[in-house]
């Protein structure tokens, strides 16, 4: 989906690849983009409007979901990543309530518009959803579990004509990995590969320099190919 004259949804959309989306859809022509953030940030563009979004309040997304009348692409970004050792499950539970629970009941509480439009999900997830990144392991769960969701959805919505993607970004530079010492990708050029493969019908997208080589592998792999069987049974609900 080319997403010029397109309304976009973009949580965590404050700071980081967030931010890079917004103004990335804005610079491809988006008619209006939603800006979901938990503060209240400015900005200049009058085809964005800020909603107070947090993804892990029920009240704050109802609310939000009533201020949207129009919806071509969800962008499931927020998200946090803390270094644990899997001792303390508060640090799993709190992983598990935005990247994974915020993503589904924002993409719940959409869902009415996107089906109407034909519309997107993008899901961001992370490479670590396919292998642990052990000095992050409750997060590493929790982008596995949202690669697990994703393709559930897109196995139920296929009839209806939404699609569901999946991101697999590598190492961006952002706040979220600010202490370590690796080769990054920039945010807006994590945001041009993100609708870059939207544009390009990718259902699994690989937007970045350390995730690329690997798409290949992975559209041709055993994983997809198991994907693919298991979606099978999902009646086909447009019939
Ligand atoms: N950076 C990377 O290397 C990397 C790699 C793989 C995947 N990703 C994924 O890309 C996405 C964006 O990451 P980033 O690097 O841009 O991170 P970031 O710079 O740390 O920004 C995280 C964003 O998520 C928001 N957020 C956190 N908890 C939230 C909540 N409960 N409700 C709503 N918003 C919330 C933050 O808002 P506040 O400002 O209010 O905290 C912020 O806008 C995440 O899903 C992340 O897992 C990033």
Not at 14 to 35: F, Q, S, T
Not at 98 to 116: D, E, Q, W, Y
């Amino acid at each position: 989906m080319n997403i010029e004259n397109k309304a976009v949804l973009i949580t965590g959309a404050n700071r980081g690849i967030g931010r890079a989306l917004v103004d990335e859809a804005l610079r491809r022509g988006a008619k209006r983009v939603y800006a979901g953030t938990r503060g209240a940030p400015q900005y200049a563009d009058r085809r964005v409007t800020p909603l107070t979004l947090d993804v892990t309040s029920a009240s704050q997304i109802q609310r939000a979901a009533e201020e949207v009348d129009t919806l071509d692409v969800l962008v499931n970004n927020a998200g946090v990543a803390i270094y644990d050792d899997l001792s303390n499950p508060e640090v799993i539970d709190r992983h598990l309530a935005v990247n994974l629970i915020g993503s589904l009941k924002m993409t719940r509480a959409f869902l009415p518009l996107l089906k109407r439009s034909k519309g997107a999900i993008v899901n961001n997830l992370s490479l670590a959803a396919l292998a642990t990144l052990p000095m992050i392991p409750a997060y590493s769960i929790s982008k596995a579990a949202a690669l697990s969701m994703t393709q559930s959805l897109r196995a139920f919505l296929a009839g209806e004509g939404v699609t569901v993607h999946a991101v697999f970004l590598g190492p961006i530079d952002t706040d979220m990995n600010r202490g370590l010492d690796i080769p990054k990708a920039s945010p807006e050029s994590a945001a041009m590969g993100i609708f870059d493969g939207l544009a390009r019908g990718e259902e699994d997208i690989f937007p970045d320099p350390v995730s690329r080589p690997l798409a290949e592998g992975w559209n041709t792999g055993m994983v997809k190919s198991l994907e693919r069987q298991f979606a099978a049974f999902v009646p086909d609900q447009s019939r």
